[in-house]
T-cell receptor, first 113, second 110 residues
Framework: AQSVTQLGSHVSVSEGALVLLRCNYSSSVPPYLFWYVQYPNQGLQLLLKYTSAATLVKGINGFEAEFKKSETSFHLTKPSAHMSDAAEYFC???????????FGKGTLLTVNP | DGGITQSPKYLFRKEGQNVTLSCEQNLNHDAMYWYRQDPGQGLRLIYYSQIVNDFQKGDIAEGYSVSREKKESFPLTVTSAQKNPTAFYLCASQNTGELFFGEGSRLTVL
């Protein structure tokens, strides 16, 4: 069985500052990993995904994430936060043959002017 | 434009009434999912279907029912047996692991 832990339910940064959202996973098989973003009262939109190719994955809106097997982590970063980045972010893992994604509980990102 | 369409976006119902949420996709994906979202709890899987005429219970299926008569459609019924139905409901389809989400339906039971 797989699981996802997102450290910090709420992260607050200043505009222009580094964004770091943490995600640790457990999986009994090599995982596929995803980051999704959700704006209020909307569905989830894919930011980026890791599917066992390059360990540094670039996504939309300037976000990237690095897969570190030794740390079982897949942290999401962006060098400079923008006001429009304020949203909730979800990490998810797909492991095994059942094709079900397991989601973390989400991290709400606030960007202060 | 390909995607997932959920309706209605907002729905109000009285306690004891069954409610059906619509989910339609034109992405030609075999697998479809229903999730429930509550503040601070992330997404919890209600039901999923990997092929027409077949579906499986997720982690919180009690009080819900689904059907999958067509590839494009996966409606969710919230029955009167669901003790706390007020929530945001998300439908998704899946291709090579990635989920594609609709815009969600917010159900409020009065």
């Amino acid at each position: 069985a797989q699981s996802v832990t997102q450290l910090g339910s709420h992260v607050s940064v200043s505009e222009g500052a580094l964004v770091l959202l943490r995600c640790n996973y457990s999986s009994s098989v090599p995982p596929y990993l995803f980051w999704y973003v959700q704006y209020p009262n909307q569905g989830l939109q894919l930011l980026l995904k890791y599917t066992s190719a390059a360990t540094l994955v670039k996504g939309i809106n300037g976000f990237e994430a690095e897969f570190k097997k030794s740390e079982t982590s897949f942290h999401l970063t962006k060098p400079s936060a923008h006001m429009s980045d304020a949203a909730e972010y979800f990490c998810a893992v797909l492991g095994g043959s059942n094709y079900k994604l397991t989601f973390g509980k989400g991290t709400l990102l606030t960007v202060n002017p | 434009d390909g995607g997932i369409t959920q309706s209605p976006k907002y729905l109000f119902r009285k306690e004891g009434q069954n409610v059906t949420l619509s989910c339609e996709q034109n992405l030609n994906h075999d697998a479809m999912y229903w999730y429930r979202q509550d503040p601070g709890q992330g997404l919890r899987l209600i039901y999923y279907s990997q092929i027409v005429n077949d579906f499986q219970k997720g982690d919180i299926a009690e009080g819900y029912s689904v059907s999958r008569e067509k590839k494009e459609s996966f409606p969710l019924t919230v029955t009167s047996a669901q003790k706390n139905p007020t929530a945001f409901y998300l439908c998704a389809s899946q291709n090579t692991g990635e989920l594609f989400f609709g815009e969600g339906s917010r159900l409020t039971v009065l």
